[in-house]
């Protein structure tokens, strides 16, 4: 009698573990697993001038397509000084014409020649400059979405570098979370769950993006990224809420 109590026991205690291990996986799953929206896309738009902001065309959660202005500087000073460098271009070649014809008159040497030549040269690159100069004048939306913090307001003096304002693209959404590296075996990109969003009450469709590269060995977790699958408008960067996300085994149990 005592050997075979002996002999059940380890039988019985896997047998009590298997639901244990199962109940804490799913608690694990039900309450740890939280995430938070984050866009996809987001950037912080700097200065890429020193000089007066003229004008903020856009206000804080506005909507912008790509390539819209969202900021003009004050280029006067700029726009004087190209229309400068066009008439200084002009003059390098008139010149440069009329040494070439003294040339073949053998007037002037080959040196004053190529000369008047590099002048040609050196009015094209500040020409170049200024029209690069001026193509920061003007701040435009690298991307559709709509605009964030405004740092800056119009008449304010900004040095190069300085943060302007944020963009963010809110056409895709992504989550991120931590999740047991042993889930790995069937946690692959595309598989498919649901967020419970508590800031909507709703839940949304979400499928995995992809995993981090490596596992954290103290914590046997690995980060993960899901993007909500679909467009829904009343989704904003920053809600957070729960992912109903099991193991398959799991999930047929509760089934």
């Known amino acids: 009698m005592k050997l075979a109590t002996a002999l059940m026991g380890p039988l019985l205690s896997g047998a009590l573990m298997a639901p244990v291990l199962a109940q804490s996986e799913l608690s694990l799953a039900q309450s740890e697993l939280r995430a938070q929206l984050s866009p996809v896309r987001y950037a912080t738009l700097a200065a890429g001038m020193t000089g007066k902001a003229e004008q903020v065309l856009v206000r804080e959660g506005q909507r912008v397509e790509q390539g819209q202005i969202l900021l003009e500087f004050d ?31 053998n007037a002037i040497g080959s040196v004053e020649l190529n000369n008047s030549k590099i002048e040609i040269d050196k009015a094209r690159a500040d020409l170049a400059y200024l029209d690069a100069t001026m193509a920061r004048c003007r701040v435009p939306a690298p991307y559709a979405g709509f605009v964030g913090e405004v740092h800056v307001r119009g008449q304010e003096f900004v040095q190069a570098g300085e943060p302007l304002l944020e963009i963010i693209d809110d056409s ?14 069937w946690l692959t990109p595309g598989h498919e769950f649901e967020v419970a969003i508590e800031d ?40 957070s809420g729960r992912l109903l996300l099991l193991p398959p085994d799991i999930s047929a149990h509760n089934e």
Request: proline content about 5%.
């Open 75 to 105: 280029c006067t000073l700029q726009q004087a000084q190209r229309q400068k460098a066009r008439a200084q271009l002009a003059g390098a070649r008139n010149n440069y014409t009329g040494n070439k014809r003294m040339a073949e008159l």
């Open 172 to 185: 895709a959404l992504e989550l991120e979370f931590i999740a047991p590296s042993r889930w790995l075996a």
């Open 200 to 239: 909507t009450g709703r839940r949304y469709p979400a499928r995995l993006a992809h995993t981090a590269g490596k596992v954290d060995p103290l914590s046997q977790s690995i980060k993960a990224v899901a993007v909500i699958d679909g467009q829904f408008d009343e989704l904003l960067p920053g809600m």
